[in-house]
Nanobody
Framework: QVQLVESGGGLVQPGGSLRLSCAAS????????MGWYRQAPGKQRELVAA???????NYADSVKGRFTISRDNAKNTVYLQMNSLKPEDTAVYYC?????????WGQGTQVTVSS
């Protein structure tokens, strides 16, 4: 029984920054991976960044050097710091938590990069 709630999305100008947060609640035990995905209209959902409980990270090539994923295990929270935002970053961003064979998703938060 895990619930994920994202926050921090909004409208930002190109070159600006946003920080997304995802708070997980419920009973979580052991090792789990959390990540951020995004989906633009007419496109498939794609992985943006992921972080394991051991702090290993993966990033999509399109966001390397601009985005940073981090987590606070004590608070069961994952963050995505997004800098140098581009219009092509516009999408609904979803938080994901992978635990054993289960995958949990947040409701999504809209990020719009436009001048």
């Amino acid at each position: 029984q895990v619930q994920l709630v994202e926050s921090g999305g909004g409208l930002v100008q190109p070159g600006g920054s946003l920080r997304l947060s995802c708070a997980a609640s419920g009973r979580i035990f052991g090792i789990y991976t959390m990540g951020w995905y995004r989906q633009a209209p007419g496109k498939q959902r794609e992985l943006v960044a992921a972080i394991t409980s051991g702090t290993s990270t993966n990033y999509a090539d399109s966001v390397k050097g601009r985005f940073t994923i981090s987590r606070d295990n004590a608070k069961n929270t994952v963050y995505l710091q997004m800098n140098s935002l581009k219009p092509e970053d516009t999408a609904v961003y979803y938080c994901n938590l992978a635990y054993t064979s289960n995958s949990y998703w947040g409701q999504g938060t809209q990020v719009t990069v436009s001048s």
